[in-house]
């Protein structure tokens, strides 16, 4: 890439979407479904979806993504 402009968006582009990508693998290992993502943090499935979509340029902000880490990390899949 030979515009600097260029390569910074496209660096912040590939960091975005390995953070999504990781939170779907992150909810999907737990066995949680994004219904069930959504109502654990009580919001919609629609936001869910949305958040995980690789083809979004919504960003989640950082509260939202220590949420998801946390509600994951409370999830008891031996129950599944």
Do not use: C, W
């Not at 109502?39 to 979004?56: A, V, Y």
């Amino acid at each position: 890439m030979e515009y600097p402009e260029v390569k910074a968006e496209y660096d912040a582009l590939s960091t975005a979407f390995e953070m999504k990508r990781q939170m779907i693998v992150l909810r999907k290992k737990a066995g949680v479904t994004q219904e069930q993502m959504a109502d654990l943090l009580g919001t919609k499935k629609s936001n869910i979806s949305r958040l995980g979509s690789l083809h979004s340029n919504v960003s989640p902000r950082l509260a939202t993504v220590e949420d998801y880490a946390r509600v994951l990390g409370r999830v008891d899949v031996s129950h599944r």
